[in-house]
Each structure stands twice: as C-alpha cells, then as structure tokens.
C-alpha cells in the first residue's frame, strides 16, 4: 500500500449505511477525507432483503462522502456479517524459481492459491478473502510480508474467509446497483477491530462484542487473529421493539424514549419521575415511571450478554479470552449499566471500545474506518487502493472498470465466483 492511496469503506448496516473516504499517510494511519451516512431499511439480521432500498442508503451516504472530500467514487470495499461467514484454517507452499533472485508478487499468488485448493469449501460458500498470519522462508518463520526476500521455498499459514453465496451476491449486486464496484469484502468484526482493540489485546486474547441495530457479532481475537466469530440476531432495535409493545407506543416514539434515557439499570435510577407518553393511536396521552422503560431496557440487555455467554460456553472458546471484553457498535453502548451488566453475566471486564487513529471519533463510522484502516495495512495484494476520480470528473462504468471487481481486485483464481 503506498502513501497517498485512498481506500472507500462502505458499512451496510440493519438501520443505516455509512460511507468513509480514507488516505493513508506517512505514519501508517488514515486521514480521513469525507464520509456520509443514510437510514436503511433493506437488512435484516444481517441480511439484505431489499437490494433497491440498500443501494438508495449507498448512493446517498457514498454521496455525503464524495461531496465532503471532492471526489467521484467508483468502486470501494465493503463489510460482510458473521452470520453470513465461516472462517478456515490453511496452508500452502510455494517452490521458487531457480534463476528469481527474490520472491515477487506471482511467487505470493502461487502460495495463496495453494492455501485456497487445500481446504474444502462448503458447496453453499464461496472464498472471499485469504488473511495470512504467517510467511515461512526456508524454514524461517514469523514472516509478515515476504516480497523482495531470497528464498527457495515459500509457505503460508492463514485463514480462507467463505461467504455465504446468496449473501455475497446480494452485497455485491446492491453497491453494483447505484454505479459502484467491489473492490473486496472484510468482515465486520475485523474491521470494528482494527479501530477499536489495542494490538496488547489482540495478542493476550479479546472478546470483541459489535451490537449494531440488529445483529450481535461476537468475535475472539488471540495471537493477533480471529480465532472464533458468530453472531446472535438481537440488537439494538429489539429494545426499541420492547418498549413499543411495552407500553402500547408507536416505534418512533418508543425510538425516542430509548434515546432520552440511555440507562440499562434500574438501580441506577436517581428520580423515578413520571414521564408524558403517547399511546399507540395517538389520540391521548398517558404517565408512565421511569422505571417502567428502564426495566424494559434491562431485561433485553441482560438477555444479549445471556445468549453472549451461552454461545462462549457452546464454543469451548472462553480460555483464550486474557484481556477481557470490549463492546463496540451502536446498539447498547450509550446505555450507563451496560458493564456492569456485562461484566456480571460474562464474568470478565469490559470496556467499551471508540474508534481511535484518525481525525473522526464518532462511533457511527467505527467499521467503515475499520474496513479502510484493515485494507490499508494488506500485503499479500499488490494494489489495494479503490478507484476515485476528482468530482469534476464526470463518473461513467466502462468495460475496464469491470477490472474492479472483487474477484479481480483480490487474488485471481476468485474470478470464477459470478460465471
């Protein structure tokens, strides 16, 4: 990746779309450049159910972006969710040629494409991205990035990402839809990530919770990978959801009530006042406590962290966590008494997790800057950089923009995904 490049990340989420322009720098971070965000109402637990409400979110938040950083988009990098991915380990090798005098990046597609062909993948799934942990040289291992070494033997330990193909599609054809291309798909854990943990916890073990509107992905990190990523399809929206059948209120009103209060703990609770409240029919109000909406805050938060500590205990997987949990993403994060919710059900500390890195701290934009941070630091693909133009540059699709596409823009042995 060179300095100057510039990296667009869309995340498609349950309740919104946000778009981020980001331009590396000389110190390995991102300056960020534009961004924009657009209600969506086209997914559902992670899965889009209306490609032409999705794309009108992209074209409206990639469009917030474009005018704010004075640039044309045209293709970007998007998130994909846990439901929608499995994650398998793999090697590969790679001979180096005789008379090559160091390992260039055709000796790099050789060894992926090895690491690819030796795990068998769910007929259902397809490879959507290969993360290399390791290189190994002539027996010498750790490596991070071995272009421009002198070897004869090249290895690879790293992990095949497989997409669900339905989902994949999906995705692609709702960024495709308003003129944009893929330029490759990470997932959303990973970007939230890269923005949110701290390299200390990557290495000593992390529980990564990413609670968005409606999808709960949880995520261990160990050793600076992934070692473990599901999801739970329960969000912040459920809550919204609770309190409007609660209290007999309409959505948008429950929306806002959730919002004024932010609290997740009865205990909690200073002045237990009454509140003013509009009845479904709107046509009278009535006064309800405090604790009436926070009780019903409680009980679903306390349910996510549950169902969070049952899919833990499941996986076998609690050991590796070292350095504790943190909570990121939009759905219950604003709510005071979520740690100690949290830390009381999993039994670990947790501290919420704001993106850090670059000029821009709102939360919103967390995976969107985690998808451009995660792309920025790629070494196994030569050319990571989208595909932008000066906004006085009228934006058209033609046939060498098709070179764009995910499967070209990766490695090249994915390019029979969409035959």
Known sequence: MAVGDIIVGIDIGTSKVCTLIGQTNRINNIDVLGYGSAPC?????????????????????????????????????????????S???????????????????SDLERVLKSAKDDVAIPADKKAIDIVPYQYIIDGYDQIVDPVGMIGSNLEIDCQIVAGSVTAVQNLVRAVEKPGYYVDGIVIESVAAGEVVLTPDEKELGVLLLDVGAGVTDVSIFKGKRLVFYDSIPIGGDHITNDIAIGLKVPYNEADKIKRQFNLALTSLIQNDQEITIASINESRVRNIKISEVIEIIEARVTEIFSLIDQLLDKSGMKEYISAGAVLCGEGITSFDGNLQIGTAMLEMPIRIGNPKGANILKPTYTVALGIVKYMSGVKHIKDVASNVKSLRKKKHRDDGAKELSIWNRLIKFFNDFFV
């Open 41 to 85: 109402n086209g997914v559902k637990k992670g899965i889009i159910v209306d490609i032409e409400g999705t794309a009108q979110a992209i074209r409206q938040a990639t469009e917030q972006a474009e005018q704010m950083a004075n640039l044309n988009v045209n293709s970007a990098y998007v998130n994909i969710t846990g439901a929608n991915v």
């Open 87 to 105: 994650i398998i380990e793999s090697s590969g090798q790679a001979e180096i040629p005789n008379n090559q005098s160091e390992i260039n990046y």
